[in-house]
């Protein structure tokens, strides 16, 4: 006897068939689907938080929550008396710098936004319990300053036609300024929305694959001014040394002449 068959003798003494047992599971994962849950997330002064919400309960998932202990501040003294302060290696020094930031622009980021605000259409609108951004352009220079904070403003104005079509947004708060006495730009975002799980899913999957395929684009361009400034510094060295012959050469003539 196979596996299923005393499986369905058990489900027939217990009451149960295969196919209820079948339905019940289906039923169950329909429920589950349809259950609402969403997220909060909000970058507020320099602290990011993310909390999971599952029918209308928030669980905070970033930052996590230290548990106090009584016994932990006593190991950590007796290690910090034990332990010899390290010297820096060269090597971990050498693998900093070597490691690359990303350097996005301004352009790129709005293309991103966009690109996902494309991507969600085809799930008809979805809510927003909560959005809020604000934005302060700052910097050295007042005047790149007033070209950021314009070029921030039309590209929201770009923006809020296509948001209004595939958002509703419940409560919103956006507003931008600038700031000419500060050296760094500031930015306050939250964003709460609710869906049902098999959307979740799905809006998950159209926005990564979105993103996917913008950061593949900016990888490229990387690579691309990458080269550009290989050769062209090719190209510079090159010059000089051909400079330098020429010199070298004119000098030559020069003594064998005089």
Same mark, same amino acid.
Request: include cysteine; aromatic fraction near 8%; hydrophobic fraction near 40%.
């Given at each position: ?47 990011? %938080? ?8 928030? /669980?905070?998932?970033?930052?996590? #929550? ?5 016994? %932990?501040? %006593? ?7 034990? %332990?010899?302060?390290?010297?820096? $290696?060269?090597?971990? &020094? $050498? ?19 966009? #690109? ?8 008809? #609108? ?12 700052? &910097? ?45 730009? #500031? ?50 060295? /090159? ?10 050469? /004119? ?6 002449? &005089?």
């Amino acid at each position: 006897m196979t596996f299923l068959h005393i499986l369905g003798i058990i489900l027939k003494v217990l009451g149960f068939t295969l196919l209820g047992v079948l339905g019940l599971a289906l039923v169950l994962l329909i429920v589950l689907l349809l259950i609402p849950v969403g997220a909060d997330a909000e970058y507020i002064g320099g602290e990011f %938080k993310l909390s999971a919400k599952v029918c209308g309960i928030l /669980i905070q998932l970033l930052p996590k #929550k230290m548990r106090e202990k009584h016994d %932990k501040p %006593k190991k950590e003294k007796k290690a910090k008396k034990k %332990k010899k302060p390290k010297e820096p $290696k060269e090597e971990d &020094g $050498k693998e900093k710098k070597e490691k690359k930031k990303l350097d996005f622009t301004l352009e790129e980021i709005f293309e991103l936004i966009g #690109k996902v605000l494309k991507s969600l259409r085809k799930f008809g #609108k979805l809510s927003v319990d909560r959005f809020m951004l604000h934005y302060t352009a700052a &910097g050295r220079d007042p005047c790149t300053t007033a070209e950021t904070l314009a070029y921030v403003n039309a590209s929201l104005c770009a923006l809020a036609p296509v948001c209004s079509k595939q958002f509703k947004v419940h409560d919103y708060d956006v507003w931008t300024t600038s700031d000419f006495t500060a050296d760094k730009m #500031k930015l306050d975002f939250a964003l709460c929305i609710t869906l049902r799980l098999w959307q979740f899913v799905h809006v998950g999957l159209a926005a990564a694959f979105a993103a996917l395929g913008w950061y593949l684009r900016h990888r490229r361009r990387t690579k691309r001014e990458a080269k550009l400034a290989k050769q062209s510094g090719a190209a510079a060295g /090159i010059n000089t040394e051909e400079k330098n012959e020429n010199i070298q050469g /004119i000098e030559e003539r020069n003594d064998s002449n &005089g």
